[in-house]
């Protein structure tokens, strides 16, 4: 699943606008990377995407 335990995002969706301008259905998928985190102080395997990763929001494990 495309969404980040952090700040909760996921999947959006819209229209890819050809140069005809046909419209169709595309995804936007968030940048999510599995991550050993420290979460209520136990090393735990969570989905984060790379802007909490890169802001500092989740503390790596070693």
């Known amino acids: 699943m ?3 335990s ?3 995002k996921s999947v959006q969706f ?3 606008v050809s140069h005809s301008n ?3 259905n595309r995804t936007w998928k968030p ?3 599995k991550v050993k985190a420290i979460v209520n102080g136990t090393p735990k ?3 984060v995407c790379s ?3 890169r802001s500092g929001k ?3 494990a070693v």
């Open 45 to 47: 395997t969570v989905n």
């Open 14 to 16: 819209g229209l890819a």
């Open 58 to 60: 989740v503390t790596r």
């Open 2 to 4: 495309a969404k980040c």
């Open 51 to 53: 802007r909490c990763l």
């Open 6 to 8: 952090i700040c909760g």
């Open 31 to 33: 940048n999510i990377r």
């Open 22 to 24: 046909r419209k169709t």
